[in-house]
């Protein structure tokens, strides 16, 4: 019988050392700290990078801003993800779980020291350097003691707040187009400033004129606030040519998260449009319409 005890005992012993490998946050004796990984997108993984080609993607040293919504102890603490993966430490002050409560997160991206609303310019300069202005949004991820990993993924992934134009330049018999693209092109009757809220995520035109912003043929990615605009006048400078052109807005609007993709076939005389409506973030899937 004592044999049949001692055996039963340190089989006892054994399982209760797994279980305690395996949930090292079942019964925390104090603070836990909070473990960020977040994805830009429901159908891409957490382990990518933000100024990619879909715009679905992290860089190294990609910085985000985490905010406690249940209650008031974290707001806008800085988290960057150092390789570019997805997952995200802190730049300073640590998020810590100090209960079993569950608590619920959003975040944005990029990073601002102050947070809060903050105004912005979409013109010729800010679309230079893009990534200033391509604002990203999650809620709803949540974490405690018991499961400190927040993961912002899936339904409370990241999704792009602002609104893409992209253009393919086409040329035709007679004429043809530079590696380089157009020597410019001009986008007419555009708002091109507005704010956009860290709190919420909602990004807003706030300028009272649309005016026209003029960039270079090889800049082929815009990206502006979402705005009411029913049609989208063009000129492009082409081998000392003066092309003109109407890009339609499906809906009458620029909307968040959308990326307009337009091909522009440039002919002798005339130029054809033909483009398609994008979800941004989910790599070319999920196409609403073409016109």
């Given at each position: 019988m004592k044999t049949k005890f001692f055996a039963f005992a340190a089989l006892a012993m054994t399982l209760a050392a797994c279980n305690n490998d395996?949930?090292?946050?079942?019964?925390?004796?104090?603070?836990?700290?909070?473990?960020?990984?977040a994805a830009i997108g429901t159908e891409v993984t957490a382990t990518t990078r933000v100024s990619g080609t879909?715009?679905?993607?992290?860089?190294?040293?990609?910085?985000?801003?985490?905010?406690?919504t249940t209650n008031d102890s974290y707001k806008n603490?800085?988290?960057?993800?150092?390789?570019?993966?997805?997952?995200?430490?802190?730049?300073?002050?640590?998020?810590?779980?100090?209960?079993?409560?569950?608590?619920?997160f959003s975040a944005y991206y990029p990073y601002n020291?102050?947070?809060?609303?903050?105004?912005?310019?979409?013109?010729?300069?800010?679309?230079?350097?893009?990534?200033?202005?391509?604002?990203?949004f999650a809620e709803g991820a949540t974490g405690s003691t018991y499961d400190p990993w927040v993961?912002?993924?899936?339904?409370?992934?990241?999704?792009?707040?602002?609104?893409?134009?992209?253009?393919?330049?086409?040329?035709?018999d007679g004429v043809n187009i530079p590696a380089e693209g157009p020597t410019s092109y001009t986008l007419e009757g555009l708002l091109l400033e507005g704010t956009f809220d860290?709190?919420?995520g909602q990004a807003v035109a706030?300028?009272?004129?649309?005016?026209?912003?003029?960039?270079?043929?090889n800049l082929t990615s815009t990206i502006f606030f979402p705005q009411e605009v029913n049609e989208i006048g063009m000129e492009i400078f082409l081998n000392n040519n003066v092309y003109t052109a109407i890009l339609p807005?499906?809906?009458?609007?620029?909307?968040?998260?959308?990326?307009?993709?337009?091909?522009?076939?440039?002919?002798?005389?005339?130029?054809?449009?033909?483009?398609?409506?994008i979800e941004w973030a989910l790599v070319n899937k999920g196409v609403n319409v073409y016109f």
């Open positions: 395996n949930n090292e946050n079942l019964n925390p004796d104090g603070p836990v700290a909070a473990r960020f990984t879909e715009g679905t993607d992290w860089d190294a040293n990609d910085c985000i801003g985490i905010t406690c603490l800085p988290y960057v993800t150092e390789d570019g993966n997805g997952n995200f430490t802190p730049q300073g002050k640590t998020i810590y779980f100090n209960t079993p409560n569950q608590e619920t020291e102050k947070g809060g609303i903050l105004t912005v310019k979409t013109d010729a300069e800010a679309q230079k350097a893009q990534g200033k202005h391509d604002f990203l993961e912002f993924n899936e339904e409370h992934a990241f999704r792009h707040c602002m609104s893409k134009i992209s253009l393919t330049f086409k040329g035709s860290t709190g919420n706030t300028a009272n004129t649309a005016a026209d912003v003029t960039l270079t043929g807005v499906e809906d009458g609007k620029l909307q968040s998260g959308k990326e307009y993709h337009y091909d522009i076939t440039i002919y002798h005389n005339e130029v054809k449009i033909t483009g398609k409506i």
